[in-house]
């Protein structure tokens, strides 16, 4: 919609040129009148109209002092001057200001909206055009960003081995190579997995490219510098290097390390390679800074590790599996022996660090160890799928974790929860049991049962439901069934017609004396004085 201000100091033609025209039926919307050109031009400056409409004779400030200060702050504003002075210098004098049309009072309704339309035309086709400047630079941008790039990428990949043909295109799409050393520095987010895997892709966007600002105003404070992001999500700047910056790099990722941390709460890991004279030689950088990286599940968050202080042929190196660990692994789970499992856990890791062998290769054999457990788990009958999450997949899950000590403390607390998972199917498997064995003893409770009677109801051995029942209740199985068999019998012995003896088959005792005895024991005194104190 387009917007008009109308400029008078009279006040009724202000409401008659807005009341005479219906200005909403022609898209036009009236955002504001004034009766000078100082409050004009205050209005105008915070309303931003397309159209004004303004009065020349006006006090305070008249209407070409108005224009001529209105085009200099909003040059895009289209002003028409309404003057009831038919003077040829007054009209030279507005068009000269920047006046679009001049129109002498009364205006006619139609005269007005005629050209009031026709400045809307030229407004509506001006906003089309820089609408389509802006997507088209928009665009450009984009894919000229794309393409150095892509172009720095085949670089770092070494397909370029001509030094003119890179000079010759690094010119075209101007990116400054003029060294005359060059330096590869790979930038990584620590744990970027973890705290973006909540995030929508904008957000995760918008990190990485906060990343690349600060480490690009870093860089090139202090030297030429390229900063771009790599076919793998590495941030990499390539430092052109001389006598003046030669010792600069390692201080410059000390300050972008900072600066992510204050400003974005986020901690870089950063891979140096080594200076090369040579153009073709940069892909050389690139590989010795990825090398450097690799380390960092080693050297903790937030490191800076250059080539010369790792051993590059370290993730070469082959590592045992550690077969006897993983037994008493297994062993210690099932004894549900929490202190004993973070001993082999510890165990296992430290010959991890004190060895050679590459990160990949340790995620690996943490991968073997956890489907080990789990398959010994599923053995005892617990579905570990079910119970852990639906879309728990270790080999993914691993994936989060770029630190060995977070790998290690991630382990632990994934065998907590195994354990977890042992001791709650081990209490419902009890109560199960327990259960079935209650219900079979308040129906049968008057027969004589024996524990092999009950483990056979209950398709356990007798000495393990013995073990159970201990577990569960408190109480060994022998002593519960007398205690319930007794608060049985206190019932019957209500009846005074009842007799004692007879009670006490009722109750599951042929011997009367093994039930004078008990009932004594648990009652703490004779059935005949129980029933004297209830009567």
Not at 498 to 517: L, M, P, R, S
Request: charged content about 25%.
């Amino acid at each position: 919609m387009i917007n008009i201000m109308i400029v008078d100091d009279e006040p009724f033609i202000r409401k008659g040129i807005i009341t005479s025209i219906d200005w909403q039926a022609y898209d036009i919307e009236v955002v504001g009148e004034a009766s000078n050109g100082k409050e004009a031009l205050t209005k105008a400056l915070e309303l931003k109209p397309h159209i004004v409409l303004t009065d020349i004779r006006m006090p305070i400030m008249d209407g070409l002092e108005f224009s001529k200060l209105l085009k200099e702050q909003l040059p895009g504003t289209r002003v028409v001057i309404l003057s009831g002075y038919d003077d040829f210098a007054y009209a030279r004098e507005a068009v000269r200001l920047g006046a679009r049309d001049y129109l002498l009072k009364p205006a006619g309704a139609q005269e007005l909206i005629s050209l009031v339309l026709k400045l809307k035309e030229e407004i509506v086709k001006e906003q089309e055009r820089k609408s389509k400047e802006i997507t088209k630079n928009i665009a450009f941008n984009a894919n000229f960003q794309l393409i150095k790039s892509n172009f720095m990428n085949s670089i770092l990949k070494g397909e370029y081995n001509n030094y003119n043909t890179i000079i010759q295109k690094a010119t075209t799409l101007e990116l400054d190579l003029s060294g005359p050393e060059y330096q590869i520095v790979v930038i990584d987010i620590d744990d970027y997995v973890l705290i973006t895997e909540d995030l929508p892709a904008r957000d995760k966007e918008a990190m990485k490219f906060a990343v690349l600002n600060i480490s690009e105003e870093i860089f090139k404070a202090k030297a030429s510098a390229l900063v771009f992001y790599s076919e793998f999500d590495y941030l990499i700047g390539l430092i052109n290097i001389n006598n003046h910056n030669k010792l600069w790099t390692i201080e410059a990722c000390k300050e972008i390390q900072y600066h992510a941390a204050n400003h974005l709460d986020l901690s870089l890991t950063i891979g140096l390679g080594n200076a090369y004279k040579s153009l073709t030689k940069i892909s050389e950088s690139y590989k010795e800074a990825l090398i450097a990286m690799r380390n960092k599940a080693f050297r903790g968050k937030g490191s800076i590790i250059h080539i010369n202080t790792v051993n590059s042929n370290a993730s070469s190196m082959p590592l045992l599996y550690p077969t006897e660990e993983e037994k008493e692994l297994l062993t210690q789970l099932k004894s549900l022996n929490t202190s004993k499992l973070d001993e082999i856990i510890d165990k296992i890791f430290s010959r991890f660090i004190n060895s050679p062998a590459g990160y990949n290769e340790i995620k690996n054999i943490c991968i073997r160890l956890i489907i080990m457990s789990i398959s010994t788990l599923e053995e005892m009958g617990i579905n570990v799928e079910k119970s852990l999450s639906n879309n728990f997949y270790p080999h993914i899950e691993i994936e989060k974790y770029e630190f060995i000590e977070d790998l290690k403390s991630w382990l632990k607390n994934l065998f907590d929860k195994f354990i977890f998972l042992i001791q709650d199917n081990k209490t419902q498997k009890y109560k199960n049991i327990v259960s079935v064995a209650i219900q079979y003893i308040e129906q049968y409770y008057h027969e004589n049962i024996a524990l092999a009677d009950i483990a056979k109801v209950t398709y356990v051995t007798p000495n393990y439901f013995s073990r159970v029942f201990k577990e569960e209740t408190g109480e060994n199985f022998t002593e519960w069934l007398n205690q319930f068999r007794i608060e049985k019998a206190k019932l019957l012995l209500r009846d005074v017609k009842a007799k004692t003896y007879e009670i006490a088959e009722k109750v599951g005792y042929n011997d009367y004396k093994y039930f004078f005895y008990n009932f004594k024991k648990y009652a703490g005194c004779s059935p005949k004085e129980y029933r004297e104190l209830k009567i």
